[in-house]
């Protein structure tokens, strides 16, 4: 498989563009919005994040692929893709139980104390849906004035309109399950 297409910012762009370079009949794809109601999730390891990789994402989108487990395929993230899903539960949110039930430590063994508002929320759609009813016409990505707040993808908008909130997790129920991190590992990280 050739790299996949990838634009800093652009998440949701790149993870629907993603989907379509698997065939369909070979795995099972999902699609994972995380956010939460404040828009604030704290990532770590993440490549636009400070020197430890730390940064608070309104949302941000990946792609699990089924394949001897669930694989996580993050293009954002340091480490690379795919990575099995616990172990990218460990690197992403180290702050929260990992899947093996050990407490997250920073790199000195230090434990997180991270406020509640930067826990991640789960929506979990699948990926035939995700290719079919996504669209944007990145006018998140504009400020007020109609500049960019971050450079534009050179490839074309995915779709016509706009229905990128109906993915995110506070979004309403129209587009899959929403889960916390507990129903998340539980459902996904848990078993094969």
């Known amino acids: ?13 790149n993870v629907w563009h993603l989907c379509q ?11 994972v919005f995380v956010s939460n109601p404040n828009r604030t999730v704290l990532f770590c390891n993440q490549r636009a994040g400070d020197e430890r990789g730390l940064v ?15 694989q996580v395929w ?15 539960l460990a690197h992403a949110f180290p ?14 063994a230090e434990a ?20 079919v009813d996504f669209a944007s016409d990145r006018r998140h990505m504009r400020d007020d004035a109609g500049g960019w707040t971050k450079p534009p993808p ?16 506070d979004g309403g129920d129209e587009h899959g399950e929403v889960l916390d991190f507990d129903g ?5 990280a848990s078993h094969k």
């Open 1 to 13: 498989m050739s790299p996949p297409l990838h634009h800093p910012f652009y998440c949701e762009e």
């Open 74 to 88: 993050d293009l954002d993230a340091r480490w690379g893709y795919p990575q099995r899903l616990p172990a990218y």
């Open 21 to 31: 370079t698997f065939p369909v009949e070979s795995t099972h794809r999902l699609v």
């Open 184 to 188: 998340f590992v539980e459902r996904y």
């Open 56 to 70: 608070v994402w309104d949302y941000h989108v990946l792609l699990l692929v089924r394949q001897d487990g669930w």
């Open 95 to 108: 702050y929260l139980r990992s899947p093996a039930g050990n407490e997250g430590r920073l790199e000195e």
């Open 154 to 169: 050179p490839w074309a908008c995915v779709g016509d309109g706009h229905t990128l909130d109906a993915f995110i997790a």
């Open 112 to 131: 997180w104390s991270v406020p509640a508002e930067f826990a991640p929320v789960f929506r979990v759609v699948a990926a035939e849906q995700y290719v």
